[in-house]
């Protein structure tokens, strides 16, 4: 009997080792032959830790478990089990999505080679090393993947650059450092199917030219610094990694490196900064980090996301890629619903769904029950959405027309108790502790910010129009997005949500 029980973070905050360890102890117990793989999650975070057991039968799901359930998991009829959902693939949340990125996590053990193959690991990898390297550009400018990590900008135009730079040496740079409020698709990613980020990290490698990797991981990640490391010393063993890939391709290697906690060292310059050892600091560009990034040498900077899914466009060619998707936002998007939310966790899909489908109808409106109030979505820089703009479908361009943006593609959910003027209190609040003071507009402007939203809160009126300018010049003036956007919270709470804001006009009057 194979029982699968998560090492996956979120799992385990729920209990999953304590699960995993009754396991062990009932088969001791009882000299019942299981095997244990602790895998990835499937992404329903409500019902964590999920169990699941192999039998002649398929592969079943019990959930969420805690000891207890034990027992009757591994010696009674497990169809009557009180906790059993049936397998995976027939519930009706996991049914809907499209999951190509995340096919493999949740299924596999993540630090096995074998299965990782068995299941389509490395077609990408082989494919690639039978193309040139305009030949794999094309591929990835044809997919239309655009960088996952936030500013969306199109992956096969980065990659051509830096494969154009001439220079002795190059390098591959996977963004970890995951800060945006209510994301968690890159840890669930590293710690449930890490080879698809090397594999993706080695075509990277191969198609512009680099032989050396690193992966920056915010510290607060402790089970994905340990399963990305384990991961590429398995891969080295097996020749996915080191001086030639799989046998007969160039060399490629790569490390992880722990970054030490801040926002902004998320922010590309800042992130090669701290990579080098110096202090978190964004870098004016240009020079662009493609034409002189780690080290002063070309550097592909790219989010874990957009990284794993390059080995899928290759296994599965560029045209079923851009099959999916609306506009010119191709493909699949790992959403990550959180919040105050019936249903949250990871859920894949084609973009294009809309706002209202997701918060309503995928995560099940609030955990609370209350009414929704507001949404915000792409992490602390991005704007809040009221109900009356939940017809947005997901995309680049639709949510920036509606004065929004997706970012890493967090969706939180707020309802109707929060106070909205204490959200943009919260914005400028975030963005002054985590500046890297760098530029005038950030570093004094939150601060002053802040006090502004108080003066507002203790009734000022005459503060208003302070807020409106100061958010205008930091939008306007800052060096970073981390400036630049954190008017986006502050001005939609102030646009969407007037009442909460009430004290002013009442002031006023
Ligand atoms: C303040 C700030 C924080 C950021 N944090 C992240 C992050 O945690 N992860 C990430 O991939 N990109 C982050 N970005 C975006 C990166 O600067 C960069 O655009 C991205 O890593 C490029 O990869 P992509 O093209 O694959 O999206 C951040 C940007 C800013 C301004
Ligand atoms: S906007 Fe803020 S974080 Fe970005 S460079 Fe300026 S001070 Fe640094």
Redesign the pocket.
């Given at each position: 009997m194979k029982v699968y029980v998560p090492r996956d973070a979120s799992a385990r905050a729920l209990g999953a080792d304590a699960v995993a360890q009754a396991v062990i102890r009932e088969a001791e117990k009882s000299g019942l032959p299981v095997e244990l793989v602790r895998n990835g999650s499937r992404g329903m975070t409500w019902l964590e830790p999920l169990v699941e057991i192999e039998t002649q039968s398929g592969r079943t799901a019990f959930g969420p478990m805690t000891p207890e359930d034990v027992p009757a998991l591994l010696f009674k009829d497990i169809t009557k089990h009180p906790k059993a959902i049936g397998p995976v693939e027939d519930l009706p949340w996991f049914a809907r999505q499209t999951r190509l990125t995340f096919a493999r996590v949740g299924l596999i053990d993540p630090l096995s080679m074998t299965d990782y193959e068995a299941n389509g690991g490395l077609q990408g990898l082989r494919n690639a090393l039978g193309m040139t390297g305009e030949e794999l550009i094309d591929t990835l400018k044809l997919s239309g993947l655009r960088?996952?990590?936030?500013?969306?900008?199109p992956?096969g135009i980065?990659w051509d650059t830096v494969r154009l730079a001439q220079a002795p040496q190059k390098y591959i740079v996977c963004?970890a450092?995951?800060?945006?409020s209510g994301t968690f698709a890159?840890r669930m990613l590293m710690e449930g199917d890490p080879f698809t980020l090397i594999e993706g990290m080695a075509i990277a490698g191969v198609t512009v030219g680099a032989t050396r990797g690193y992966v920056y991981i915010r510290s607060e990640y402790p089970d994905a610094i340990e399963v990305m490391s384990e991961a590429i010393r398995v891969a080295r063993l097996n020749g996915l990694l080191g001086p030639s890939l799989l046998g007969t391709g160039p060399a490629f290697d790569m490390e992880v490196r722990v970054g030490a906690g801040a926002?902004?060292c998320?922010?590309?310059t800042s992130l090669l900064n701290s990579l080098e050892g110096k202090r978190g600091t964004v870098r004016a560009k240009p020079p662009l980090p493609a034409i002189q990034g780690l080290f002063g040498k070309p550097t592909v900077?790219?989010?874990?996301i957009?990284?794993a899914t390059v080995p899928w466009i290759l296994a599965n060619g560029h045209e079923a890629y851009k099959d999916f998707g609306l506009g010119r936002s191709r493909g699949t998007i790992p959403l990550q619903i959180a919040g105050n939310v019936k249903h949250g966790g990871l859920f894949e899909t084609a973009f294009g769904m809309s706002l209202g489908e997701i918060v309503n109808d995928i995560g099940g409106g609030t955990f609370s029950g209350r009414p929704v109030k507001a949404v915000q979505v792409g992490g602390p820089?991005g704007a809040y959405f009221p109900a009356s703009k939940f017809a947005t479908p997901f995309g680049y361009e639709e949510f920036d027309g509606q004065g929004g943006l997706i970012g890493?593609a967090g969706v939180v959910v707020f309802d109707d108790s929060v106070d909205m003027l204490q959200q943009a209190r919260f914005a400028l609040e975030f963005c002054a502790v985590e500046s890297c003071g760098k530029c005038t507009p950030c570093r004094l402007g939150a601060v002053r910010g802040v006090e502004t939203v108080d003066r507002i809160a203790a009734g000022d009126a005459s503060a208003m129009p302070l807020l409106i300018d100061l958010c205008d010049t930091m939008r306007d003036g800052s060096l970073?997005?981390?400036g630049g956007f954190t008017p986006y919270p502050v001005m939609s709470a102030l646009t969407h949500f007037p009442d909460d804001f009430a004290t002013v006009k009442e002031a006023a009057e």
């Open positions: 960088g996952r990590g936030g500013a969306g900008f992956t980065k963004n450092d995951e800060g945006d890159d926002y902004v998320g922010e590309e900077v790219n989010n874990v957009s990284l820089l890493h970073c997005a981390l």
